[in-house]
């Protein structure tokens, strides 16, 4: 469920017609919906209700700062893979104890900002890594929390460059040599182990990969409690995918989600730690766009928009669908047309849909890009010199624009030409 929903034969988000935001800002533009966020974060809560719990949104799906902010007035903890997340985490006032540090390349100042800003735990992806905190801590005077990232060698069955929990992806130790490392963690000065982190992988359609994995940490757990660990918290990840396609079937529910969670591990007494972003904030917002040109070709119809790769690389990187929607609702019974929907940018790759069916548009009308909200703004670009793409944050019938769109002077002011050019 979202809040975008056509009224009086405009697309509105919740109760702001989406071609006031496009007067108002300008296009292209990503466009959020608070009630949307609060109620799809309000839901994986409730997923965990019958456990000790943090939900932590994991901030590289849209780390847009009034959004973290949001997350944080509902009680979010946050998950980070850099300093500038981490950064960001805290500017949106979310206190060190609720900040997950994850990421198979944290560096020692990255380490050094979060023990002296508060952490509530690092999920150690390599053995280097864990040694380099340790002597971290140490030349600190400090004690961190660390859970340990174990790769269960399980098939998400979701894309191969969002898939994480393979045995030939980057991430995490083979779960096989997972209590060797384990004792070494528990010798090292500086570090108390307090739990396990797994993830499997992002946009999963399908529970069972959960059970697979969640079955492996499960019996970990019991293992590494025989020998002596004192195991008390389980970050499970995130991943649970939603539905792009407005004509495919839902995937699972949080609720779903969450009683596989309570089936594998409800009796081990840990304290749960998920950290959902895509499921959380993708259907809360869509990039709305204007129609430059419809341009007939050979064969083939096109629409050239304002969007572009440069905005929404999703397409591009990953071959992802949107639905694209008209703003102006289409007459019940219209005729559509196939149009192949491109962006401007010198890119073959800058095409957003391949005969997408679509009524008859025309120059200057607007277009929707829905479930855009995650990986979308996070991943723009000023490609081809053009502006990074503006955010507006909607609750009930105002809006705020959140981030604007640079000027091309204020672009051009970053960079520098020596004196001696």
Known sequence: MDHFNYKDGQLHAEDVPLSRIAAEVGTPVYVYSAATLTRHFGLFRQALDWTDHLVCFAVKANSNLAVLKLMADQGAGMDVVSGGEYARAKAAGVPGERIVFSGVGKTVSEMRQAIEGGIRQFNIESEPEMRALSALAVSM????????????????????????????????????????????????????????DVHIGSQLTDLDPYRAAYAKVADLTRALRADGHDITRLDLGGGLGIPYRRDNNAPPLP???????????????????????????????????????????????????????????????????????????????????????????????????????????????????????????????????????????????????????????????????PEWL
């Open 141 to 196: 005077g400090a004690e961190v929390p660390v859970a340990i990232r174990v790769n269960p060698d399980v098939d998400a069955k979701t894309h191969e460059k969002i898939a994480t929990g393979k045995s030939e992806n980057k991430f995490g130790i083979p779960i096989a040599k997972s209590r060797q490392v384990y004792a070494e963690a528990a010798a090292l000065p500086g570090l108390k182990v307090v739990g396990i």
């Open 255 to 417: 609720i779903e989600y969450g009683q596989v969670i309570r089936d594998a591990v409800g009796d081990l007494g840990c304290e749960i730690e998920i950290e959902p972003g895509r499921n959380i904030v993708g259907n809360a917002g869509v990039l709305l766009s204007s129609v430059i040109y419809v341009k007939e070709g050979e064969g083939r119809d096109f629409l050239i928009v304002d969007a572009a790769m440069n905005d929404l690389l999703r397409p591009a990187m990953y071959g992802a669908h949107h639905d694209i929607v008209p703003v102006r609702e289409a007459a019940l019974g219209a005729e559509l047309r196939p149009f192949d929907v491109v962006g401007p940018v010198c890119e073959s790759g800058d095409t957003f849909q391949k005969g997408t069916q679509l009524p008859s548009v025309a120059a200057d009308d607007l277009i929707a890009f829905r479930s855009a909200g995650a990986y979308g703004a996070v991943m723009a670009s000023e490609y081809n010199s053009r502006p990074l793409v503006p955010e507006v944050l909607v609750s009930g019938d105002h809006f705020a624009v959140i981030r604007a769109r640079p000027t091309f002077e204020e672009m051009l002011s970053r960079d520098t030409i």
